[in-house]
């Protein structure tokens, strides 16, 4: 076996394990959504107490929401945890626009601190785990690219986010790479909008026409599913960039 096939079944096993990230993260997003159907009534009341209370808070509201994506992501909390939230408090269009903004922060947040405070201590980390040492070799390959491939599958965002301070990227091309996160962002926060919906409808404080219910529910079902198309894509791509440096060695 050459170096760069054992670099390539490195790279392929956290890619593979990202399948699992994705099913894990679909999985608790239809949770929330049949927890907040059974609920009914409690959920959407609840929820619109919050919604009160951030609403008197005003542009505080959003400021403190950000500032904990950004704290809590970068101890690697799920973002998913904060996409449904957000879904659920703010809306489909606000909450990722509060989410993208607060995960492109943290994403910001990690990069200095592995590149000002903890490079050393990641260095060191690659060097015992061959399997993210492979994907930062791969990143200084190929650049903007596979950045942005990675940031298309559900590989923990935090961990590459340090894993490529701490080493030699630029933070232009980091920054620009990091918006391939936005398709996954976008389906978790709509999870958390239907759980609302669902909620409201199912403890009959809101009224909607089932033709609306229908077409939100349909929306969700087929960014579910464009989104696991577009991970597909983007773990073949990982692989056949891996097959092109195997094939030039």
Known sequence: MTATDSESNAIATPAARSRWRLIAKIVFGVAVVGVATWLGRDFAHHLQDIEDWIARQGAWGYVAFILAVVVCTSIFVPDTLFAVIAGALFGLFWGTVLVV????????????LGRLI????????????????????????????????LRLTPINPVTISYILGATKTRYPTFILACLGMIPSLFVEVYFGYVAKHVA?????????????????????????ALLVYVVRLARKALAESENVEAAVA
């Open 101 to 112: 903004a607060g995960s492109l922060l943290a994403a910001t947040l990690d990069f200095v």
């Open 200 to 224: 409201k409808i199912s403890g009959q404080t809101s009224e909607h026409s089932r033709l609306h219910s229908a077409f939100t529910i349909a929306g969700l079902v087929l960014c579910v």
């Open 118 to 149: 903890f490079q050393q201590a990641v260095l060191g980390w690659l060097a015992r785990n061959p399997r993210f040492a492979a994907i930062e070799r791969a990143v200084h390959r190929e650049g903007f690219r596979f950045q942005f491939l």
